[in-house]
């Protein structure tokens, strides 16, 4: 089955509270029978960092603490998407297009085959203003430090560590390897690399009101990285200025040889259990000093599964002797999910049964649809 939380970031940045989603969309879920729910737990991929394949792209500014992210807007997903089908024969549609195409909007879930990644949670808006208005702590605690996104989407929260803490890695996990290829590596590389912000000739920014998008030009850079100062009379002599698919693959390499923030980014597509489980078998469990997540705690059937990848991926409080930092694990949700089985309530009681953790609410929201912010360190390391 599948359902919708009703609560988003639109995409022209407004939050949406308890509104439908669309003009005309209905807060009742759409059902999947046709789409094809796998009964196995998807794996656990490692997903490279790569440039999108269309010619540009095309961005909503998110504004928080008076900041700005760049976050892919979901018609410009919906487009490239369109274009694959018209390139493509393929008889096997991603989890991403079986869920449009029977009518699915990026603000349903659909359980095992799609988490909601395209779009922008309530929660994760108020896990990034939580983390700038602890910066100056967290700056501190965290340079050098790797930190951790479950459920990641849009990656709001991990785009700032990103931006504001120069010496910080992040590895962003999704349920989803196409929202970690469609929207989570093309933020990241609008809010570093191929930031608008840098006046790269090709690349625009539109004001409407008091929003703002932007359109970053790939094709501009793979010219210029291909051809340099020869472009205009290079691409003035062709009969048609697109660049072939094997050059388009050249210049890709060649820009990401450049990229200095691949080397502080991971992307990890899968189910939780099934990352665990890699982790372990890497000897990569205890090697994160922040864990951040949003929106994961909706059903209580996937409770063990988040706990038990936070007890493996959680670094012990004795991993940085003498910083006095006590590695933590964050988690935005609401206090109560209407129609859905999971609670902030529900979460703290089965986290404290377990014994392994020390979970606490940290921020509350107020309000009649009260949302939060949870705390869980190793049991009595605080």
Sequence with gaps: MSFKFNFGVGDNG??????????????????????????????????????????????????YCSQRL?????????????????????????????????????????????????K????????????VEHGDELHMSLSGARVLEIGCGTGLPSLHILKSIASASVCMQDYNRDVLELVTIPN?????????????MGDS??????????EIDFDF??????????????????????LTS??????????????????????????????????????????????LSSETIYDVDSY????????????????QPGSGYVPMALVAAKSIYFGLSGSVLSFQQYVERRGVFDISSIWQSGGSMSREILRLTWSGSC
């Design 304 to 319: 063990a599964k988040l706990h038990d990848l936070l007890s493996c991926a959680l670094a012990k409080p004795d991993s």
């Design 70 to 118: 760049w976050k892919r807007q979901i018609d410009d997903v919906q487009f490239q998407l369109a274009q694959q089908d018209d390139m493509t024969d393929d008889a096997e549609d991603s989890a991403i297009k079986q869920a449009m195409a029977e009518g699915s909007s990026a603000a349903d879930v659909i359980k095992g085959v799609y988490e909601g990644g395209l």
């Design 246 to 291: 094997e050059e388009a693959c050249e210049a890709d390499s060649r820009l990401l040889e450049r990229l200095e923030i691949k080397d502080r980014c991971e992307f990890v597509a899968g189910d939780w259990a099934r990352i665990e489980q890699e982790m372990r078998a890497q000897g990569r469990d205890h090697s994160f000093s922040l864990i």
């Design 205 to 214: 920014v539109h004001a409407e009101g008091d929003t703002e998008s932007c």
């Design 120 to 131: 922008t949670w309530e929660c994760s808006m108020d896990l990034l203003t939580y983390l």
């Design 14 to 63: 407004e939050i949406i509270n308890g509104a439908a989603i669309a003009e005309g969309s209905s807060t009742t879920a759409l059902p999947c029978e046709n789409l094809q729910c796998s009964e196995s737990a998807a794996p656990c991929e490692h997903v490279p960092i790569s440039i999108p394949g269309v010619s540009s792209a095309v961005f909503d500014a998110i504004y």
């Design 188 to 200: 990241v590389l609008a809010n570093t690399a191929f930031s608008p912000e840098d006046g790269v």
């Design 221 to 242: 850079r793979r010219t210029q990285v291909l051809f340099g100062a020869d472009t205009d009379r290079i691409i003035g002599e062709r009969e048609t200025p697109e």
